[in-house]
């Protein structure tokens, strides 16, 4: 009888411990789990500078890592080496992105925190809605980020150059 009470209580126990750690696990490692990887597709390059456009179509690899909590994105091919430092924002089936340090102030004019350009602090709905409302003005730009329903990555490289656009899907 003993025996059977101490068999039970172990059982409840794993059970418990396994509900407790399975109910600590960040939503975060969903996400960068279904972003991290590779991704095959096109690279399009709009030339700076021309009077009439030029576009160029390759083909391109994104290598998608986390860092801390935060994505490094190497995007690369035979002509084209970059590699740039991503948040990440869930909205739906959609995971955005938005630049990180030094970008992100040269991009926007401030560093992220430090303001609230749409004047109101709200808490409110997907957090990629809760970055905009926090850190943008309305007519910031926003360059690219990932579609969870099919497995792909868009994203617009910002080059003195020119804009560097990359399509892929992940393999």
């Given amino acids: 009888m003993k025996t059977i009470k101490n068999k039970q209580l172990a059982g409840i126990l794993v059970l418990l411990l396994?509900?407790?750690?399975?109910?600590?696990?960040?939503?975060?490692?969903v996400v960068s789990n279904d972003v991290v990887g590779i991704y095959e597709g096109?690279?399009?390059?709009?030339?700076a500078g021309k009077i009439t456009s030029s576009?160029?179509?390759?083909?391109?690899?994104?290598?998608?890592?986390?860092?801390?909590?935060?994505?490094?994105?190497?995007?690369?091919?035979?002509?084209?080496?970059?590699?740039?430092?991503?948040?990440?924002?869930e909205d739906g089936d959609m995971i955005n992105t938005c630049l990180t340090?030094?970008?992100?102030?040269?991009?926007?004019g401030h560093m992220m925190g430090q303001s609230n350009m749409n004047g109101n602090m709200q808490n409110t709905g997907s957090a990629w809605m809760q970055h905009l409302n926090n850190e943008h003005q309305n007519t910031d730009e926003h360059f690219g980020g990932f579609n969870m329903k099919?497995?792909?990555?868009?994203?617009?490289?910002?080059?003195e150059t020119g804009d560097f656009h990359f399509q892929g899907i992940k393999n």
């Fill in 18 to 29: 396994t509900i407790l750690f399975s109910g600590c696990a960040k939503n975060d490692d």
């Fill in 42 to 47: 096109t690279l399009t390059n709009d030339v």
């Fill in 55 to 89: 576009k160029s179509n390759s083909a391109a690899t994104a290598v998608v890592t986390m860092v801390g909590d935060k994505i490094e994105v190497h995007c690369y091919n035979d002509n084209f080496d970059i590699t740039i430092m991503l948040n990440l924002f």
């Fill in 101 to 108: 340090g030094t970008d992100f102030s040269t991009m926007y």
């Fill in 150 to 159: 099919n497995h792909s990555f868009d994203y617009i490289f910002k080059m």
